[in-house]
């Protein structure tokens, strides 16, 4: 199994909404990632956790808040969006260290897309 | 973070192979080079990674510069399903896992 879930596959929320993005995976790999991207751009990173650990934040508006509750699943929980924040957000996942004694290779999701009215 | 830069798109046609280059010349000596693609409507996918050494693999060959200050990714035969964008990505080894996409080329395959 070498899939990256993710859900839901359409999202539309009011700006006042709560709402949250599901990821999993059961490759057994122990980092994760949040990507989002706009329209003809490439995804911009968002989040990074290492052994369920948030590793990475790339000065992420805290309106957006990950939670990874164990190795397979990683959630973002969505609350206050701005119509700008309407993108596609993309999960991956990787193994923490490969034979190169690195990160290996990023398996994605097919992203969820976020429309915020 | 090392910059890299492609041409913003290019044709091929169909069978015939495609070369896609990709210029890095801050690459420092811990950074692999990395190479994913993005069909429409899809996720990234990894393509191909190497170092210093020229790579194969099913996919793609990876030819890398004696200097390393740049590289091209070698399609050997381009069908209309490797229409895609393809990012060239400097992905350093102790940067825990921080893969950033720089615009990429988005490459067309005419029948």
């Known amino acids: 199994d070498t899939e990256v879930t993710q859900t839901p596959k359409h999202l539309v929320m009011g700006m006042t909404n709560k709402k949250s993005l599901k990821c999993e995976q059961h490759m057994g790999h122990r980092a994760m990632y949040w990507y989002k991207q706009k329209a003809k751009k490439p995804p911009e990173l968002m989040f990074v956790y290492s052994y369920e650990k948030l590793s990475i934040n790339e000065s992420v508006p805290s309106r957006f808040s990950p939670e990874c509750p164990n190795s397979s699943l990683l959630n973002l929980h969505l609350h206050a969006l701005q119509p700008e924040d309407s993108a596609l957000y993309l999960c991956?996942?990787?193994?923490?260290?490969?034979?190169?004694?690195?990160?290996?290779?990023?398996?994605f999701g097919e992203g969820s897309r976020l429309t915020v009215l | 973070d090392a910059k890299t830069t492609q041409p913003n798109s290019m044709e091929s046609n169909e069978e015939e192979p495609v070369h896609l280059p990709c210029n890095h010349s801050t690459i420092s000596g811990t950074d692999y080079i990395h190479w994913y693609r993005q069909l429409p409507s899809q996720g990234p996918e990894y393509v191909i990674h190497?170092?210093?050494s020229n790579v194969n693999n099913r996919m793609a060959s990876l030819a890398i510069a004696e200097d390393r200050k740049s590289s091209t990714l070698i399609l050997h035969r381009a069908t209309l399903r490797d229409a895609a964008v393809y990012y060239c990505i400097l992905r350093a080894y102790n940067q825990g896992g921080k893969l950033i996409f720089g615009q990429g080329t988005e490459l067309s395959v005419k029948p």
């Open positions: 190497g170092l210093t």
């Open positions: 991956a996942s990787s193994q923490e260290k490969g034979r190169e004694g690195r990160a290996g290779e990023l398996f």
